[in-house]
Antibody, heavy 122, light 107 residues
Framework: QVQLVESGGGVVQPGKSLRLSCAAS????????MHWVRQAPGKGLEWVAI????????YYVDSVKGRFTISRDNSKNTLYLQMNSLRAEDTAVYYC???????????????WGQGTLVTVSS | DIQMTQSPSSLSASVGDRVTITCRAS??????LNWYQRKPGKAPKLLIY???NLQSGVPSRFSGSGSGTDFTLTISSLQPEDFATYYC?????????FGGGTKVEIK
């Protein structure tokens, strides 16, 4: 069965960096796009970024553009999110999610991990 | 960005009730609308994609309809395991956006 396991969360000071990882299993990782989605405390779900199956195409929400980088290593079945210049408003549970596929769209999420908490605080 | 507005934000219902949740997009999104279920401490679960396509393994009491800007999720007969928060999400434009959620509670 599909499993997505995030790691790398923790407490970090504003302006610092953190890298999240997501280990995937139970499907052919290199065939699917992957997403990061986050949920801040008491807030709704917010999509963060998507990367295509081969890593060539990446899109981000405006609030993280230039600070966050999504990447993947298909040889390791692992998705990453490099987060630089972190701000208090980046505090959230971060989920990796496998892209669903329908009519050529990969812009939805058919499996999610359990999430990893990132807290940005001095 | 496309704004997704869900209503109601919460509702109380009894086991066996028919429940309907609505989702409105600020612009037309064709039928690129998806629904998720979220239980406390668990990962979100895809229920319906493309407005009305049931994800594998999801019970048939869940159904979706709509097009353009107005969409609904219906639970035909609410079961104890259905008490959760439900989110809609548009998959037509980036940035991908979610509704604010509808919490379904036990009456």
């Amino acid at each position: 069965q599909v499993q997505l396991v995030e790691s790398g969360g923790g407490v970090v000071q504003p302006g610092k960096s953190l890298r999240l990882s997501c280990a995937a299993s139970g499907f052919t990782f290199s065939n699917y796009g992957m997403h990061w989605v986050r949920q801040a405390p008491g807030k709704g779900l917010e999509w963060v970024a998507i990367i295509s199956y081969d890593g060539t195409n990446k899109y981000y929400v405006d609030s993280v553009k230039g600070r966050f980088t999504i990447s993947r290593d298909n040889s390791k079945n692992t998705l990453y999110l490099q987060m630089n210049s972190l701000r208090a408003e980046d505090t959230a549970v971060y989920y990796c999610a496998k892209a669903g596929q329908w009519l050529g769209s990969e812009y939805f999420f058919d499996y999610w991990g359990q999430g990893t908490l990132v807290t940005v605080s001095s | 960005d496309i704004q997704m507005t869900q209503s109601p934000s919460s509702l109380s219902a009894s086991v066996g009730d028919r429940v309907t949740i609505t989702c409105r997009a600020s612009r037309t999104i064709s039928n690129y609308l998806n629904w998720y279920q979220r239980k406390p401490g668990k990962a979100p679960k895809l229920l319906i994609y493309g407005t009305s396509n049931l994800q594998s393994g999801v019970p048939s009491r869940f159904s979706g309809s709509g097009s353009g800007t107005d969409f609904t999720l219906t639970i035909s007969s609410l079961q104890p395991e259905d008490f959760a928060t439900y989110y809609c999400q548009q998959s037509y434009y980036t940035p991908l956006t979610f509704g604010g959620g509808t919490k379904v509670e036990i009456k």
